[in-house]
């Protein structure tokens, strides 16, 4: 899990400096800021979904899973995890919004799920290394803006691509080429409407969407 380990750091000291230099910009500085990276994770969320081969699954999946996380209101669970940190760090910024949006940005994508389990197969973190790269910078603009949510989110990534890795040899099998392509796909569009969201332009209730990322995976092996 040494791939996971040096990801899971990267978030937290990238998130520490944006805290370290977000106390010290102005408002208007961190809103621009904001938006110029909200835009960057539309880019990403779109470049991601456009490489779907199978459209009518990814709908599938969305609907499905949509209907799941509703019925088991998974946003609001998200959010109360959220909140519960936010009492722990009162006035420190925007907790629960930063530790759910930013768990799943750096959850989602081919390269979490590739590079825990290349990590986990060959013991080979290479593509982890680099996803660290990505993640750490990244999480020096989210702190810097979002607040000491974004460290909690290191919590989901460590949890998340570890299972994976631990798992590796039992998932394999099920993550063919077209599981994994459509699986990004699907995170691309929840990465895109997070773009949205951080814009502020509307409220989708991203969470409630996360089991489309599982959905997907049964409808492409089905069918």
């Known amino acids: 899990m040494i791939g996971t380990v040096v990801n899971t750091i990267s978030i937290l000291v990238g998130g520490g400096l944006g805290l370290l230099i977000g106390s010290r910009l102005k408002d208007r500085y961190k809103k621009t800021a904001l938006q110029g990276l909200s835009l960057a994770v539309l880019l990403i969320g779109m470049n991601m979904a456009l490489q779907t081969e199978e459209i009518i699954l990814v709908i599938f999946s969305l609907l499905l899973g949509g209907l799941i996380g509703e019925f088991f209101k998974i946003e609001t669970r998200l959010k109360e995890v959220g909140n519960l940190f936010a009492r722990m760090f009162e006035g420190q910024g925007r907790i629960a919004e930063a530790f ?28 982890l290394y680099a996803k660290s790269l990505l993640d750490g910078f990244s999480s020096i603009a989210f702190a810097s803006t979002l607040g000491p949510g974004v460290l909690l989110s290191a919590v989901s990534v460590f949890l998340y691509q570890g299972l994976i890795t631990i798992l590796a040899s039992f998932l394999q099998p099920l993550l063919t080429d077209a599981v994994v392509t459509e699986m990004t796909a699907t995170g691309g569009l929840l990465i895109f409407a997070i773009g949205l969201n951080l814009l502020e332009i509307t409220e989708i209730k991203v969470g409630n969407l996360l089991p489309a990322l599982f959905v997907i995976v049964g409808l492409v092996l089905l069918f």
């Open 100 to 127: 759910v949006q930013c768990s799943l940005i750096y959850c989602v994508g081919a390269m979490a799920i590739m590079g825990a389990l290349q990590d986990g197969l060959m013991n080979d973190p290479s593509v």
